[in-house]
């Protein structure tokens, strides 16, 4: 099993570009997650979805878009770039029992 | 998203010796608490999960819960080079988790 899958694990963009950040599960989860880690600062929730169909914004949505089309796949999509938005993305999923299951990640440079 | 604390690091233990971690939450209706270890560089990995007051052991790793004082703990007994990492508490809620900060722990040989 593949768990979940992030692509890129690193990318650098520039300020005002847009780039679409994919998350694929094999593990037939409803729940999945974006979270940003910034250092020192814990993982902070940006989107989530318990379904097909079904988004719902966190604790800090502003700038970022998500979808959820199928149960397999949460692509996070960043509008217009921002330097504030440097950060080690990671996208979870998980089944109703609440433990997550973590991709690899992705590091963006904003610059 | 509710509040989750731990105790600040670093914290730096000898070989062998048990490293103590601490977690408190705002949120009384929480019902489901994780401890995740996290490799510099690398995603959290869950090592931990208890939903009962008391102690839940497994290996070298012993959670604690304490839900009437919105507290959780982690113990990790006879510490290993390999232990190094940080460790993040989480509380779920909403089928949502809630992480602190985190807790980084050295095992000096």
């Not at chain 2, 670093?10 to 009384?28: F, H, K, M, Q």
């Not at chain 2, 995603?43 to 008391?54: C, T, V």
């Not at chain 2, 290996?59 to 080079?81: C, E, M, W």
Request: glycine content about 8%.
């Amino acid at each position: 099993n593949a768990g979940v899958t992030q692509t890129p694990k690193f990318r650098i963009l520039k300020i005002g570009q847009s780039m679409t950040l994919q998350c694929t599960q094999d593990m037939n989860h409803n729940y999945m997650y974006w979270y940003r880690q910034d250092p020192g600062m814990g993982l902070k929730l940006i989107y989530y979805s318990v379904g097909a169909g079904i988004t719902d914004k966190g604790e800090v949505p502003n700038g970022y878009n998500v979808s959820r089309s199928t149960t397999e796949d949460f692509p996070l999509r960043l509008e217009l770039a921002a330097p504030s938005q440097t950060s080690v993305y990671f996208c979870a999923s998980s089944s109703i029992e609440g433990g997550y299951t973590f991709g690899s990640g992705t590091r963006l440079t904003v610059v | 998203q509710k509040e989750v604390e731990q105790n600040s690091g670093p914290l730096s233990v000898p070989e062998g010796a048990i490293a103590s971690l601490n977690c408190t939450y705002s949120d009384r209706v929480s019902q489901s608490f994780f401890w995740y270890r996290q490799y510099s560089g690398k995603s959290p990995e869950l090592i931990m999960s208890i939903y009962s007051n008391g102690d839940k052991e497994d290996g070298r790793f012993t959670a604690q819960l304490n839900k009437a004082s919105q507290y959780v703990s982690l113990l990790i007994r006879d510490s290993q080079p390999s232990d190094s990492a940080t460790y993040l508490c989480a509380v779920n809620n909403d089928y949502k988790l809630s992480f602190g900060a985190g807790t980084t722990v050295t095992v000096r040989a």
